[in-house]
């Protein structure tokens, strides 16, 4: 019981200072499934390194500028970015590459900079992300928050996901 009011404790503590992908800090030790490195890592030049979709601009710009470059749309596949919509709780969106599809309305992700404190700005592999959305349609989700050891309570608007593969429309 007492490891499950400190989880707790440690969420309340820690859930409202999620921020965005882009702000920079120096070395972060590693821990509740996260890598070690040396630096800090952002959302959007991991996501692009790890994926090989050429976007630049914030997490949540990745949607509208993938159109007619990238395939994009509401199924996941391994490979794919996963792009969240501009919250006030995500001033800059968030993008996660697509590592595992569970199942219908569950995936693995692989990220950089979703925790805050400690944690921020670190790379986080195999982190479970759940489709709350009330047409099975990834617009809306919940995701893994190691430190808590829970998916979040927090439900994050989504675009869906842009596909590593060229759109047809750019081929032409």
Request: proline letters at 5%; one cysteine or more; hydrophobic letters at 40%.
């Amino acid at each position: 019981m007492a490891g499950f009011v400190l989880r707790l404790l440690l969420l309340a503590l820690t859930g409202g200072a999620l921020s965005a992908c882009g702000s920079t800090r120096g070395p972060i030790a590693a821990g509740y499934g996260y890598e070690a490195s040396d630096g800090y890592q952002s959302c959007v030049p991991y996501a692009r390194a790890r994926s090989g979709i050429e976007l630049r601009g914030d997490g949540w710009q990745w949607w509208e500028a993938a159109a007619g470059r990238y395939d994009r749309n509401q199924r996941p596949r391994p490979g794919a970015v996963l792009v969240l919509q501009r919250t006030s709780r995500l001033r800059d969106g968030h993008v996660a590459v697509v590592a595992r599809v569970m199942g219908p309305r569950e995936i693995r992700v692989d990220h950089a900079n979703w925790a805050s404190g400690g944690l921020k700005g670190r790379v986080a592999r195999d982190q479970l992300v759940v489709d709350v959305s009330a047409a099975n349609d990834w617009s809306a989700v919940r995701v893994w928050y190691p430190p808590a050891a829970v998916v979040g309570n927090t439900v994050f608007p989504a675009y869906g996901f842009v596909h590593p593969t060229r759109s047809w429309a750019s081929a032409q």
